[in-house]
């Protein structure tokens, strides 16, 4: 597999999903997920919901967690953020006053404490409809849609999804000749 991956994000489940999983299994599936994206080349997870839903719990997501996957060779970032928009609008709050406003200085604050944007996006859910999390990376990240939910995910489907992108032909706009 190439040696070209170094952030991964997973975008996946409602904020009530995400609520539903207690810390022990947070923990299984941080460090199954890190440890498929340390296989693959990578040192940064983060992982994002999907959307807030319907039955989302009242308030504000939970504080972004970020924690080292068993080996300690991924470090994964949890964040309940379901609103790209707010993501981004809190990341250029967050920029230095009069500083430059930039690719480089949103990226930075935006992935903090990862130093690289997402190479591949995999979203959890159709091709159909994109998730609303999702601002930044649409114009940035490689995406990938798998058809498994949050609850069921381990690292061997991140795996095929890492897998599943390095075999497509990318084009980038051209056409077959």
């Known amino acids: 597999m190439p040696s070209d991956l170094a952030h991964v994000m997973v975008v996946g489940g409602t904020r009530r999903e995400w609520s539903d999983l207690d810390d022990a299994a947070w923990e299984r599936l941080a460090a199954s997920l ?7 080349g990578g040192s940064w997870l983060t ?8 039955d989302a719990p009242a308030g504000p997501p939970p504080a972004r967690r970020v924690l080292t996957a068993a080996d300690g060779r991924c470090t994964v970032i949890i964040d309940a953020q379901s609103d790209g928009r707010e993501l981004f609008a809190d990341a250029v709050a967050k920029l230095p006053a009069g500083g430059v406003v930039d690719e480089k200085s949103v990226t930075a604050v935006l992935y903090e404490p990862a130093d690289v944007e997402p190479d591949r996006v995999i979203v959890l859910g159709p091709s159909t409809r994109l998730p609303p999390s999702l601002v930044w990376e649409l114009a940035y990240g490689e995406l990938v849609f798998v058809p498994h939910r949050l609850a069921d995910l381990d690292g061997s489907q991140v795996t095929e999804a890492i897998e599943a992108f390095h075999g497509r032909q990318r084009r980038f706009g051209g056409l077959d000749t």
């Open 34 to 40: 890190g440890d498929a994206v340390a296989d693959a």
């Open 47 to 54: 992982m994002r919901a999907y959307e807030t839903g319907p």
